[in-house]
Each structure stands twice: as structure tokens, then as C-alpha cells.
């Protein structure tokens, strides 16, 4: 069964075509980096417009390599969550051209996405794992007892880490995204003086809260106003230390509360190369493994939309009657595989 793939919840126009049989993946991807830029931020408008010219030319490039249209068996598309006018060009892209094909249309949670984005490494996990989600919009521990059985073990009561990345590094007049870049500002210096705050570490429970962390670096720079490259960099060192230590807490009490012995990593700060080295860190003396996806599959990508579509669609999985998308969606709503 091949499945044609659409992701189009923020800024990045992803486009995939799987063989659920074989696992053979085609994909395009399209940022819109670039067009955000200058506001400093995703500006909803101009996203669902670049997805409107973008989603098809790629669609049909796509469907070319792939032997044309009649290859394929269904389509899926990201429902939610994400902004609701992009959501809305992928979703009426799908059910057009599956209506047109009189094929079967599938909306997929994004977050199922990425956290099923391991699976297309050579080096899967079983289940049972516990994930972290770490993207723009989310902040999450989840028990994934299998595809579709999520429970949320914790979540963040304000900015995501990624947004939290993204603020701290605009304040340090980073560029959007900022994320990266601060991981690159962070990484000219080795050590610092500065102690910024682990927040909710000494709390029970799963939950984070990362926009003080923000706040802290704001503060620490007025404090050391004007600021040298170095303190800046050091900043910078110190926001990303904390971040990475309060992740690495969780995510050791939450394997311990679940008692798994497999930890996934998904979404765009999946890709901070120190996170990855503490939780491989914490993994060996846990002895317990963790999985990250291929760096390509860390941020938004057509890929992880076709595996989780494809996945639940061969379970004989589809939508019948579905005509909204869904910006704000929970995990745990979703049904499980029969
Ligand atoms: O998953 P994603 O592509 O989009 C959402 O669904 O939100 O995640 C994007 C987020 C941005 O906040 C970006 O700054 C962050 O991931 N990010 C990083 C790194 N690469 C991307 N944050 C820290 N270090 C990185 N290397
Ligand atoms: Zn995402």
C-alpha cells in the first residue's frame, strides 16, 4: 500500500510518499524560514499562502518519481494541531485529490508524527517507551503503551522549549528560528560562571515551565549590560545547560514512574546535539536506550506523517464524514489501532 503524505501545520510544506510494505519513502521539503524571518516569527498568513503555491508542484514532482497518480492507495494530511489557515490548505489538498482518485483520506495528529518519527531509522524502539516531545508548540512526556495508547505524563504550563529557545535567542538578537542558532552561540564557550534556574525540578510530578527561564536571561542582561560577545555566548551556554538539565530529570523520573527502559526523543529540539548527549549520558547509566530520529526527521516533514497515516490507514483506518481541522488536539483523544 503506498500513501501519499501531506504536513502543513506551521511553516514547513512537507511532502511524502510511503510504501507501508516495503517502508521505500519519497519526500519533499519546503521552509519557510526565509519568508518568516524578518517578522522574527511564523506569520500565519503568509504561511497558508506559501503552502498554497507550494503543496502542489511538489505533489506532482512527487507523484512523478513515484510512477504517477494511479501508484497511489490513499492519502493522509495533518489535521492538527497547528495553525488553523495551514492545517486547512493541506487538509483540502487531501480530501480533493482523494475524492478526485477515489481513494480513502486520513487526517493525522502531528504529535503522533513526531513521536512515531523513530520508526523510520534502521534502529526502531519497541514499545512500551516513554517520549519526549520537544518542539515549537510542545512541550510533553508521554506513556506510549502502543500506536495510539498515549497517556500524558507531563506537559509544559506555558512556553514549549522550543519557544523558549526561540525567545531567549531573539532577545540575544538571533534570528528566527532561534533554536539552532542559540545551540550555536552556546557552543563558542565551554564553561560559565552564570547559574540560571532549573525550573519545577524540585517538585514531584512531570510537568515544566520554561518561560522564566526567559525571563532569568532577559534580566541577566541587563545586568551585564552592554553586553561582550562572551557574556553573551555565556548567556546563551547557560540558558542551554538549564534547559537540557531540567529535560534530563524528567525524563529520568518519568522512565523510573513508568518503569520502561526506553526513552524516544522527537521534535525540533530533539536536534540539540547536548540534549542528545546528556539522555545518551543518563541512558547508559540507567542502562536503558534512547532513540532519536534521523536529524532531517526532527523538525516538520511529510515522512513522519506518511508513516503515522500509513500505519493507521493499513489497520483499515480512515475518516468518513470529516470536513474541520483541528488546531488544538490532544493525543489522548486519539483512537487506538484495532
Ligand atoms: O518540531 P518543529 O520543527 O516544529 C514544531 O512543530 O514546532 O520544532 C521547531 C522548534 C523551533 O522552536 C526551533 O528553534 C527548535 O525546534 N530547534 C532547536 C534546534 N533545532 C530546532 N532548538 C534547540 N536546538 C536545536 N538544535
Ligand atoms: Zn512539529
Redesign the pocket.
Known sequence: MKVLGIES????TGIAVLDVDTGEMHQRLYSQIERHREYGGVVPELASRDHVVKAAPMIEEILQEVGGVKQIDGVVYTRGP?LMGALMVGACIARGLAWALDKPVLGVH?MEG?LLAPMLSEQKPEFPFVALL?????TMLVDVQAMGCYKILGESLDD????A??KT?KLLGLP????????ALASTVSSTELKFPRPMVDRPGLDFSFSGLKTFALNTMHKYSPLSEQSRAEIAFAF?QAVVDTLQIKCQRALKQTGYCRLVV??????????RQRLQQMSKKLDAQVYFPALEY???NGAMIAYAGGMRMSAGLFDINVSDVLPRWSLEDLPGLP
Not at 520537544?134 to 510542545?138: D, K
Not at 514549549?160 to 519557544?163: F, L
Open positions: 501545520s506551521c511553516d514547513e497547528g502531528h513526531h520537544v518542539s515549537g508548540g510542545h514549549a522549549v522550543g519557544e529557545f526561540d535567542a528566527y528560528p532561534g533554536g539552532p542558532e542559540l545551540a542551554e522527537a521534535g525540533g529540539v530533539g536536534a540539540n546535539q547536548r540534549l526532527c523538525t516538520d
